[in-house]
């Protein structure tokens, strides 16, 4: 019934041509902007945490994200960790009926889709979500590591933020393929199946790191740019920078420190498919074994 009454609003507020777009982003991900009408007759359910299902796991106890409702202005009604609105949200949803949220959303679909359909409806409800974070009045943003992507960022394994076999070697006989260090290798700032922080690789580390994927040998000027370059990772992992401060990453999510554990993780649809990312999921989902396949 729940579902019937979701998808009778989803039709009625949501124009057709922005549903139905993709089998990978469905229609059934536009539940976490219509959640306030789902509860109508829920007065006893004030708030709510959604996070994307299958990719997304709590580190933490959740109870401890409501505490960032407190500092939610007179008119915002959800909140997100900053560059983490796509897979996770607070909701406040009294605040959302009484805002008319659900007309709110339905204006901003229209006004989009018009000339654009196929950019903004590509991944169902994930571009409107990320507009209606953008808009300070109703969207409250905080800085804290509940939406981690364990990318590795000037490593080993730093070409392609650590999703790409670069230990396999291709040579003429093909049935010769080295796969044991991808297969059995997991993310640096991985401790255990609970326990995980944002790595920053040391000196020596990216030093090898980035010497190695260039020209063997390197010149005596390029052995001097490379100690350069990596000194600034080395302090950053050193004194707990940020990601961006330290030189390692800019851009999505760069404002996560060095060494911070992480509250929560997401695994995109790339890190997924990585062997330790599907042994963490699968740990989390109750798998009794683990391992390579």
Same mark, same amino acid.
């Given at each position: 019934?729940?579902?019937?009454?979701?998808?009778k609003?989803?039709?009625?507020?949501?124009?057709?041509g922005?549903l /139905?777009?993709? $089998?990978?982003f469905?229609?059934? #991900?536009?539940?976490?902007?219509?959640?306030?009408e789902l509860?109508?007759?829920r007065?006893?359910?004030a708030?709510?945490?959604? +996070?994307?299902?299958?990719?997304y796991?709590?580190? $933490?106890?959740?109870s401890?994200?409501?505490?960032q *409702?407190?500092?939610?202005?007179? !008119?915002?009604l959800?909140?997100s =960790?900053?560059?983490?609105?796509?897979?996770f949200?607070?909701?406040?949803?009294?605040r959302?009926?009484?805002?008319?949220?659900?007309?709110?959303?339905s204006e @901003?679909? &229209?006004?989009? @889709?018009?000339? $654009?359909?196929?950019?903004?409806?590509?991944l169902?409800?994930?571009?409107?979500? &990320?507009?209606?974070?953008?808009?300070?009045?109703l969207?409250?943003?905080?800085? $804290?590591p509940? +939406?981690?992507? =364990?990318?590795e960022? /000037? %490593?080993?394994?730093?070409?392609g933020?650590g +999703?790409?076999?670069?230990?396999? &070697?291709?040579?003429?006989?093909?049935?010769?393929?080295d796969?044991? @260090?991808w297969?059995?290798?997991?993310?640096?700032?991985?401790f255990?199946w609970?326990?995980?922080? @944002?790595?920053?690789?040391?000196?020596?580390?990216?030093?090898?790191?980035?010497?190695?994927?260039?020209k +063997?040998p =390197?010149s005596?000027s390029?052995?001097?740019?490379? #100690?350069?370059s990596v000194r600034?990772?080395?302090?950053g !992992?050193?004194?707990?920078?940020t990601?961006?401060?330290?030189g390692?990453?800019?851009?999505?999510?760069?404002?996560?420190?060095?060494?911070?554990?992480?509250?929560?993780?997401?695994f995109t649809s790339?890190? &997924?498919r990585?062997?330790? %990312? *599907?042994?963490f999921l699968?740990?989390?989902?109750?798998?009794a074994?683990?391992?390579?396949?």
């Open positions: 019934d729940i579902l019937r009454q979701f998808f609003v989803l039709r009625a507020n949501i124009e057709p922005c /139905g777009q993709t $089998e990978l469905g229609d059934s #991900g536009w539940i976490r902007l219509f959640v306030h509860f109508r007759h007065s006893d359910v708030t709510m945490v959604f +996070v994307d299902a299958g990719d796991v709590f580190l $933490e106890d959740v401890l994200v409501l505490s *409702r407190q500092h939610f202005s007179a !008119s915002q959800a909140a =960790p900053r560059h983490g609105e796509m897979p949200q607070l909701l406040d949803l009294r959302m009926r009484r805002a008319n949220f659900t007309k709110i959303l @901003i679909v &229209k006004s989009r @889709i018009d000339s $654009e359909t196929e950019i903004w409806c590509s169902g409800e994930g571009m409107f979500t &990320k507009v209606l974070s953008q808009n300070t009045s969207w409250y943003t905080f800085d $804290e509940w +939406v981690v992507e =364990p990318r960022h /000037g %490593g080993v394994q730093a070409r933020g +999703v790409n076999n670069l230990w396999r &070697k291709t040579v003429d006989d093909a049935s010769w393929q796969d044991a @260090i297969q059995d290798r997991v993310y640096p700032g991985l255990d609970t326990v995980l922080r @944002i790595h920053c690789p040391l000196f020596l580390e990216s030093f090898l790191a980035i010497t190695l994927a260039g +063997v =390197p005596r390029q052995y001097k740019f490379l #100690g350069w600034s990772y080395h302090l !992992s050193v004194i707990n920078a990601l961006e401060d330290s390692l990453h800019y851009g999505h999510l760069s404002f996560l420190r060095c060494n911070e554990r992480a509250l929560g993780v997401h790339t890190l &997924k990585v062997p330790w %990312g *599907r042994n699968n740990f989390w989902a109750g798998a074994n683990l391992g390579r396949g």
